[in-house]
Every structure is written in structure tokens, then in C-alpha cells.
């Protein structure tokens, strides 16, 4: 389990931005609060968070032409098999959503994409 750095989702290929989604959709579901050494830190900060970053991810689908399920762009949602939440105050964007997606982070990433064989250029990214 992997939160891509925000500023890579435009660049990531297919399955890893695909892969995302399930991410995503998996901890705002019954994965919230399971810990995962890779998205810890997820859990230190609101739900809502994760609902940001979502949308940048569902967004960046649709502008390739996926369709994901528009249910996931409330903030409430949670999946099929839970209920949604009855209060989820909005928190502020920051840019990063997440205080971890630093340079460091970035190119922990950027490395992790290439020992799979997936090469980004810095220009696409940002």
C-alpha cells in the first residue's frame, strides 16, 4: 500500500493511478485506521484528508477518461459496506494534502517507480 506523491499522479501510468484508487477507496472504507507501515500516517490527520487526496486522484481518472464511481466524491462515502459518516467537518487544503509528501517522499517514490521499470521526467511532474 502506497500514497503516490500528489505532484505524480498526473505522470504515474495506468495501473499505478488505477491502483490508487483502490487505495484510496479501501482506507476510506474498512481499511481506515489498519495499520500499514507504508500509510501510517494517514491515520495521524482527518478523514477528510483522504477525501482530498481522493479527489485529485478521481479527478486525474476522469480526465483520462475513467469513470470511477461519483459516489466517491463525497466526502462522506465510505464504500458499499459501511455506513457513511454522519460528520465529517471539511478541513483546509494544504499543499501537500499530506505534510509527508515532501522532496524526500517524492523521490522515495520516484525510486520505487523505477525499480519497477517506470521512468517519469521531472517536467511532468509538478
Known sequence: MRLWHQSLLKAIPRQQLLGQHREC????????GKKHA??????????YKLYQYHSLVI???????????VAWLNSYYRG?????????PAVPLTSPIY??????????CLDNLKNKQIFIESTSIK
Open 25 to 32: 477507496c479501501a482506507l476510506r472504507g474498512k481499511g481506515w
Open 38 to 47: 507504508t500509510v501510517d500516517y494517514v491515520f495521524n490527520y482527518s478523514p
Open 59 to 69: 479527478t486525474e481518472m476522469q480526465k483520462r477518461g475513467y469513470k470511477p464511481d
Open 80 to 88: 458499499k459496506h459501511l455506513p457513511a459518516y454522519l460528520n465529517l
Open 99 to 108: 505534510p509527508e509528501h515532501n522532496d524526500t517522499y517524492l523521490h522515495e
